[in-house]
């Protein structure tokens, strides 16, 4: 099953709840997902002591890219690890969502994004009678940073390659490319897991970072460079495949979905949200399209639309 256009924005049909550990912080969390109107977009409430903040779910909102990626203050109010879920949220194609959370982090769950599948799954998903629209890349945008890099390409779908370069012969050097819809990203990533080597568990620790990292919830690389966990992978390249996970969150924070293709080589949160940035700020580097149905609904093509001052992929 290839590319296919969504006329329509979506949003849940009915409430979801999932209730879960914060992976650095260690404590517990509650998060609601509650269906919203149109052109609401992704939204977080951080409901704590009886007030609520907003966040929106945008790459102007990040605040921090260092081993998650967070939108807030990091010295402030915030909301951490917010990739898997925003993935989720691309992945499957919902585009309006109110997302309270009683806690400063979204819970790590089993270190994958299975379980936001499967509660989506189980709300349901409901179109509402607005258009969709859709960040369209028109011309090549690239950021390099020593050996690494990313880029997005023009291209006729949504399309992720993602490469990954690590010394340990336990990760080596990992592709994984693919065009995205809601079924491949059920099959083949929503259940790779977020991983991380022994050595440098007491580092982190140290630092205030991973107090809920266990081997429930994180693939472990031992001091002998092998997978520790008792289950092993779950794809024979789940380590690239975790990393488009991470750039699907990572990108689903433009606002809008996008047609185009991503590509990147031993990137990560901070490449990631560098290059959306790149890209939202040449505004000759993409269009705002939505689809035009011709011939009673059999077909359908893409035109562009007229863009208001302020809107979601705005920076």
């Known amino acids: 099953m290839g590319f296919v256009l969504q006329d329509y924005q979506t949003t849940l049909k009915s409430r979801a709840t999932l209730t879960g550990t914060g992976v650095h912080s260690g404590k ?11 052109d609401t977009g992704i939204l977080f409430q951080l409901t704590n002591g009886g ?18 990626t967070m939108l807030g203050d990091p010295a402030g109010e915030h909301i951490g690890t917010v990739e898997h879920l925003m993935a989720t949220v691309f992945g499957l194609g919902l585009d309006n969502l109110i997302i309270e959370i009683d806690g400063p982090e979204v819970p790590i769950l089993d270190g994958s994004a299975i379980a936001f599948v499967e509660a989506f799954d189980q709300a349901g998903v409901e179109t509402l009678p607005v258009k969709r629209r859709y960040i369209r890349v028109v011309k090549p ?25 690590f010394e340990s012969p336990a990760i080596g050097r990992q592709l994984f490319a693919s065009d995205i819809n809601a079924d491949i990203f059920r099959r083949d990533i929503a259940r790779a897991r977020t ?51 991470d750039a699907m969150g990572d ?32 505004r000759s580097a993409f269009e705002i399209v939505e689809t035009t149905r011709r011939e009673r609904g059999r077909s359908a093509e893409m035109s562009a639309v007229s863009a208001p001052v302020y809107a979601p992929w705005m920076i």
């Open 28 to 38: 517990p969390v509650t998060v609601q997902f509650l269906p919203a109107d149109a």
């Open 51 to 68: 007030e609520s903040r907003e966040f929106r779910a945008l790459v102007s909102e990040v605040g921090a890219t260092d081993l998650c």
């Open 141 to 165: 945008v690239r950021i390099e940073n020593g050996a690494s890099w990313a880029e997005f390409r023009p291209y006729d779908g949504t399309r992720f390659e993602i490469e990954i370069d």
């Open 195 to 245: 991983f991380g080597f022994m050595k440098d568990v007491e580092r982190l620790w140290a630092a205030g970072y991973a107090l809920g990292s266990s081997l429930e919830n994180s693939l472990v690389i031992g001091d002998d460079n092998r997978v520790i966990n008792m289950g092993g992978l779950r794809y024979p390249n789940e380590f690239a495949r975790h990393k488009t996970l």
């Open 251 to 282: 990108l689903a924070l433009a606002g809008a979905r996008f047609i185009g293709c991503f590509r990147s080589y031993r990137g990560g949160h901070r490449m990631n949200a560098a290059a959306l940035r790149r890209l939202l700020s040449d």
